[in-house]
Structures are given as structure tokens and as C-alpha cells.
């Protein structure tokens, strides 16, 4: 029974950590992508609260709290209300299966306990996949509860962009697991370590990875709703969407939800493509002596990799204007679906071939 | 009991799962409802319209809409079906050898095979 | 501990599958089917059958559900009123359903109404997704190949009723 106990109390601070650092991200990304942006286009970025801007984000956050939440005449009360919680809470629990560092089996108090990861389970990546549907859920019913015609607009065409590219997601990935034969996120980034030569984008036998992370990426910022994809909040044409008509903290929400998805599909693509924790060169992994600090260089390689993602996240943005409809459903739908079909079939011939 | 020793490993690997689920809920629950006691609440007429551009909202907002979005709805569940189909393939493929190649090939081939129909009939038109 | 899991999930599919039928706003009705996927993927876990649950979120709740609430938006139904008339017919049937149930479950065997899933050491050790991989593609390898071609059935079908109405907005 006390084992028990302490197993929840390790598994509590665990969660309370990672949701802690997902939201802290979330504040300081917001902050990063108006500074990047900024500096790409020749101005400063926030300037105003705080040295530098830094405090920007907790101004915006004490603002949108003490905000008064209008729910609009003619609103579903009930949908209106469910549908932030309801897109950002599949955003959340994603991380549950991402190993942040070194897979560790520590004993503390007699428990077993694997600090870097949550829970290793041995679906992991169809688990992250089958929230990130969910997630549709928030944007139409979001949608159509507000009772105004642009946020009903805004949210089914979301709702099909979000299901195209769901199927290029779930296709690009299947190389990956062929090569790893394991859907656990934790194994997949153990048959990568060893330096990036090893990492699934780029191992050159069986058949790198690097069409399929391409395709994988392209679809996450589609499901993500960022340039070029932002057609569900398309402000030159239906005002800003889904959640046109959301104000407060509930407009957070939605907010929060985007960029927690962004750092999910982030960390996803590190794992699967990028050998997750694992140094690029086996020598910058800390070694011998060191041997009890090899969680703090993997620790330091994910992180980098996951920002270098967030990274492109923003220059895309700053780069790339918006596609019209059409071509974004063309695009999914009869460019990256038979590249991440075609993928597969060669992925598993040279697989079969090499074996 | 090797069986009952596996099952509670199992089973401990997804309360924590559980309980991330609870959490997350919670969160976002008691924010909302945290950000409602502090914040002012000053409803009028005019500020619950909806927005429409300036004009007075006419009509009915939910209205019905093109039927293409149903189409690419009833694709993709067949779809993401055929994509489920392999999953269990692709990790155990290399326990399969060539008879799972070879289905598989099959499988994708009747995939292309209803994927060029639907394109040739226009289901992935939009315009 | 294994029962109480199991009453809770049972308990909850019971009541959000009923609520399904009794709102009548059919948006309530398909968020309360939302509740219940998640529900029967959960039971789903405790049997071990790991990957069902997930094809459980994937296709019915990240699919199907979204399928259907485009088309209760489609169709614009505000209440659905027309199934409601039967009522007291539905409540009879129902009752003598139930009573039916009842009477086979003290009649007949009742070793199956043991809670306790027992797992098979090997399939648990090998994991639930490997082990099915491994049955359906050699053991079910026909069956396999047959939900292709049904799946590309379905796929005509679905191409065919919707043409019309493909067609009929493109000329508009």
C-alpha cells in the first residue's frame, strides 16, 4: 500500500512537472515567435513590459484571465464553454508518452520509477495519434456553437483540413515503425541512438526516412493550423475563424491548444526521425566518468532539437503566405498522399531486401 | 502466475495515463472557472451580437453547407481505416518475410486501386 | 479492484449510451457517443486488447463521429422530433427484454460472468499489437485481403451516392 502511495506521488510530480514545462514553453514561445518574427522582418518585437519584452507573455496571460468571457446571443451555452477544454485537452496528454531523456530504471523507496518518461506503453505513437483527433472535436463544435457564420465557416473547413492531414500523418510514420517494429515512442528512440547517422531520417540502409519526415511535417503544420495552413483562422477572409466569436480565457485556451500542439508534433518528430535524446556525435554525450550525467546531454540534445522544430514552425510563417482552399485540400490530398504511400511500399521492399 | 505478475505491470502503465487525463481536465475545468469569478461581467445587447462585419446578423448562422465536406469525411474514414490495417504489419514485418510483403503489396494495390477511382470520379475535386 | 474498474467504465457506457437516445439535440447526442468511445476504449485496456482501444478512438471517435456531426450540420436538425412517438412501445419491448436477460442469466452458465481477465503469458509478453500483426497476416491472411476489397466497395459506394450531389453543386 505504501508502495502504492509513493509510485503516485512520483507519478503526480511527474505530471505536474511536464505540464508545468509544456505551459512555461507555451508562454515563452509566444514570446519568441513575435521577437523571430520581428527580427526577420527588421523590427524589435515586444519591447514594452519588462527588459527586452521578456514580461510580455505574463502581461498577456493576467490580461486574457481578468477578461471579461462574452458568450455571444443565440450561443450554445453548454457546446460553447466544452469546446476550449475539449481542444486543449488532447494537446496536453499527448506528452504522457514522449521520453524526454535516457530511459533510467531508478529505485527510490523501493519503486521502480522511469523518470524521463511518463509511461512507456507499448502503443505510444498510435496513443498521440488518436488524441490528435480529438482535437477536431474543440475546433467544430467551437464552431458551431458561437452561432456566427464565420466561426461556423472557419470551423468545418478546419475540420476537413484537420482530416486530411491526419491521413498523411498516420501514413508518413508507418516507414518508421516498419524499421523499429515497435510502436513504444521509448524503443523508437533506442534502435536510434548512436549518432545521427543512425536516426531514421537519415540512416542510409534499409531506406532513410527523410520523404517521410518531410511529409510528416508538412501535414503536422497543416493539423497545427500554421502558415501556410492557417486557413481556419484566415483573418483577410473569415475574420479569425473558429474562435472569432471567443474572448477571455476560453480564447487562451484555443491558443494555448495551438502551440501545445505545435511542441507535440515538435517532440514527435524528434522521436521518430531524429533519434529523440540521442547526441548527433556519440562523443558529445557525456561518457565514462560522466556516465550518471548522460540524462543532462540527453535532456539538452531534445530540447534543442525540439526548439530547432519550433524554429521552422516560426520562419515558415515569416516566409511562406497563405494557400487558397482548394490548393490546400489538392495539396494534401493527390501530392503528399501518394508520396507517403510510396514511401511505404519502398521502404518495405529494401527492407525486405536488406533483411 | 507469470500472467497475473504481467498483468499488473500492464495495468500500471496506464494509470498514470488515467490520471494525466483527470489532470489535464482538471486544469483546464478550474481555470475557466477561476478566470469566471475575477472577471467583470457587463452584458448589453449590442456587445452579445455576433460580429458580422458591422451589419446587423440576418438570418440563421447555422446554415447547411456544401456536401463536399461530407465527401471528404466518408473518404477519410475509409482511409484511415485501410492505414490502420498497417500498423500491425509494419512492426511485424520482419516476422512475416516475404508472404507479408506480398500481401501487403496486394493490400496497397487495391488501396491505389479505390484512391485513383475516387480521383477520377472528382471526389478530391474541390472546385 | 479489477471489478471496480470494471463497473465504473460499464456504469458510464450504460448511462451516456442511453443518453445518446434521450436528448434531442443530436449534437448532445454525439458528444455523449464521444463520452462512451472513451469509455469502451478504456474497457478495452483493462481486457488487454491495447490496440482495439486505440482503433476504438482513431476510426470511431476521430472518424466516424466527426462524420456524423457533419452531417447533422448538413442537415441542420435543431431537435430531432420524429422518433418520439414511440416511446411507450420502446419502454414495453424494452422491459421485456430486460426480463428476458434476467431469466437466461439465472438459467444458464454463469462462469462467464467472472470479471477476472486472464491473460495469456506469451501473447502479454510479446505485446498485444505484435501478437495480432502476427495472426492476422498469416493465419487471417484471406479474410485480411477480403476487407481491402470491401473497403474499395465501400469506397465506390461512397463516390457514387455522392457524385449527384458533387455534380449538382458544381453547375450551381
Known amino acids: ?355 | 502466475m507469470v500472467g497475473l505478475d504481467l498483468l499488473a505491470e500492464y495495468l500500471s502503465k496506464y494509470s498514470p495515463i488515467l490520471i494525466f487525463i483527470v489532470l489535464a481536465l482538471g486544469f483546464g475545468l478550474v481555470t475557466l472557472a477561476l478566470s469566471y469569478l475575477v472577471q467583470p461581467k457587463y452584458p448589453e445587447a449590442e456587445k452579445l451580437t455576433t460580429y458580422e462585419c458591422g451589419s446587423e446578423p440576418f438570418s440563421d448562422s447555422r446554415m447547411p453547407f456544401p456536401i463536399r465536406y461530407y465527401v471528404i469525411a466518408m473518404l477519410f474514414v475509409i482511409f484511415d481505416i485501410e492505414v490502420i490495417f498497417l500498423y500491425p504489419w509494419a512492426i511485424t514485418f520482419y516476422d512475416l518475410g516475404i508472404i507479408g510483403l506480398i500481401e501487403m503489396l496486394i493490400f496497397i494495390g487495391l488501396f491505389v486501386v479505390a484512391y485513383v477511382y475516387a480521383w477520377q470520379k472528382g471526389a478530391l475535386e474541390w472546385d | 479492484m479489477a471489478s471496480l474498474v470494471f463497473f465504473y467504465f460499464a456504469s458510464i457506457i450504460l448511462l451516456t449510451a442511453s443518453l445518446v437516445v434521450i436528448f434531442r439535440n443530436p449534437v448532445y447526442s454525439a458528444l455523449s457517443l464521444l463520452v462512451m468511445f472513451f469509455h469502451v476504449a478504456g474497457l478495452y485496456v483493462t481486457l488487454h486488447a491495447e490496440f482495439l482501444a486505440v482503433v476504438q478512438i482513431m476510426v470511431y471517435a476521430g472518424a466516424i463521429l466527426v462524420l456524423y456531426l457533419f452531417v447533422v450540420m448538413l442537415l441542420n436538425v435543431k431537435r430531432e422530433e420524429r422518433f418520439h412517438g414511440q416511446t411507450n412501445v420502446a419502454m414495453g419491448l424494452g422491459a421485456i427484454m430486460l426480463v428476458e436477460s434476467f431469466l437466461l442469466m439465472l438459467q444458464g452458465d454463469t462462469s462467464w460472468l467472472s470479471l477476472e481477465a486472464t491473460p495469456n503469458p506469451e501473447t502479454m509478453a510479446k505485446g498485444n499489437v505484435e501478437s495480432l500483426g502476427e495472426v492476422l497476416y498469416s493465419t487471417y491472411l484471406f479474410p485480411f485481403e477480403l476487407a481491402s476489397l470491401i473497403l474499395l466497395v465501400a469506397m465506390v459506394g461512397a463516390v457514387i451516392l455522392s457524385k449527384k450531389g458533387i455534380l449538382e453543386s458544381k453547375s450551381s
Open chain 1, 1 to 355: 500500500m505504501v508502495d502504492v502511495g509513493i509510485k503516485l506521488a512520483l507519478t503526480l510530480t511527474q505530471i505536474a512537472s511536464v505540464m508545468g514545462i509544456v505551459l512555461l514553453t507555451v508562454a515563452l514561445l509566444t514570446l519568441l515567435e513575435r521577437k523571430v518574427l520581428g527580427w526577420m522582418q527588421d523590427r524589435m518585437g515586444p519591447m514594452e513590459v519588462g527588459p527586452y519584452g521578456i514580461l510580455q507573455p505574463v502581461a498577456d496571460g493576467l490580461k486574457l484571465f481578468f477578461k471579461e468571457d462574452i458568450i455571444p446571443a443565440g450561443a450554445n451555452r453548454i457546446m460553447f464553454s466544452m469546446a476550449p477544454v475539449l481542444s486543449l485537452v488532447p494537446a496536453l496528454i499527448g506528452f504522457a508518452v514522449i521520453p524526454f531523456g535516457p530511459t533510467w530504471n531508478v529505485e527510490w523507496f523501493g519503486v521502480e520509477f522511469k523518470p524521463f518518461v511518463i509511461s512507456d506503453i507499448n502503443i505510444g505513437v498510435l496513443y498521440i495519434l488518436a488524441f490528435a483527433s480529438i482535437g477536431a472535436y474543440g475546433v467544430i463544435l467551437g464552431g458551431w456553437s458561437s452561432n456566427s457564420k464565420y466561426s461556423l465557416l472557419g470551423g468545418l473547413r478546419s475540420a476537413a483540413q484537420l482530416i486530411s492531414y491526419e491521413l498523411n500523418v498516420g501514413l508518413a510514420i508507418v516507414g518508421v515503425l516498419l524499421l523499429s517494429s515497435s510502436l513504444s515512442m521509448v524503443t523508437i528512440t533506442e534502435a536510434q541512438t548512436g549518432g545521427f547517422w543512425r536516426w531514421y531520417a537519415f540512416a542510409p540502409l534499409p531506406f532513410p526516412q527523410f520523404i517521410a519526415f518531410v511529409v510528416f511535417i508538412i501535414a503536422s503544420v497543416a493539423e497545427t493550423n500554421r502558415t501556410p495552413f492557417d486557413l481556419p483562422e484566415a483573418e483577410s477572409e473569415l475574420v479569425a475563424g473558429f474562435f472569432t466569436e471567443y474572448s477571455g480565457m476560453r480564447f487562451a485556451f484555443f491558443f494555448l491548444a495551438e502551440y501545445a500542439n505545435m511542441i507535440l508534433v515538435s517532440c514527435v518528430a524528434t522521436v521518430l526521425f531524429f533519434g529523440g535524446w540521442d547526441a548527433p556525435l556519440p562523443f558529445l554525450q557525456f561518457h565514462g566518468s560522466l556516465e550518471h550525467l548522460e540524462w543532462l546531454s540527453g535532456m539538452f540534445w531534445f530540447t534543442v532539437k525540439v526548439y530547432t522544430f519550433l524554429f521552422l514552425f516560426f520562419w515558415l510563417r515569416a516566409t511562406l503566405p497563405r494557400l487558397r482552399y482548394d490548393q490546400l485540400m489538392r495539396f494534401g490530398w493527390k501530392v503528399l498522399l501518394p508520396i507517403a504511400l510510396g514511401n511505404i511500399v519502398i521502404t518495405s521492399i529494401m527492407a525486405y531486401i536488406f533483411s
